[in-house]
């Protein structure tokens, strides 16, 4: 697989037109990261990484509301051959607000809001709205 952050996006958007209530994902450090704030923006219920059958499995429980889901959108932004980096003044804003950016920094994945609070600059990985 090339873009893992892609099947991941794209796993979760496949659910979400399918009306689950969870989805399993192969698991990795960067998408249990993604799944964390994910969680903190109430955009999922939760999430958990169990060992099933020797391999590492990341389950998230998608977030409903009056039957429609709360994540209307995704869509990654840094691709494998062209990735996309920008300073803390140009962070994007998603949807006037409305969404969130996720960013890798180098303090880490964090969303565009706190990007903009800590004032550091980094790759945009996806957004969410």
């Known amino acids: 697989m090339s873009d893992p952050i892609a099947d991941y996006l794209t796993r979760v958007r496949n659910a979400i037109k399918a009306r689950k209530r969870t989805v399993d994902i192969p698991a990795s450090k960067f998408k249990k990261a993604i799944s964390d704030i994910l969680k903190n923006s109430y955009l999922i219920n939760d999430y958990n990484v169990s060992d099933a059958a020797n391999k590492n499995v990341l389950t998230i429980q998608l977030k409903y509301a009056d039957g429609e889901s709360v994540i209307q959108g995704l869509r990654r932004i840094s691709k494998p051959g062209i990735r996309k980096y920008v300073s803390a003044e140009n962070l994007p804003r998603v949807r006037n607000g409305l969404g969130i950016a996720i960013i890798s920094t180098s ?23």
Do not use: P
């Open 107 to 129: 303090k880490g994945l964090m969303t565009d809001k706190k990007a903009r609070e800590l004032k550091v600059g980094g790759e945009v990985v996806c957004e969410i709205w």
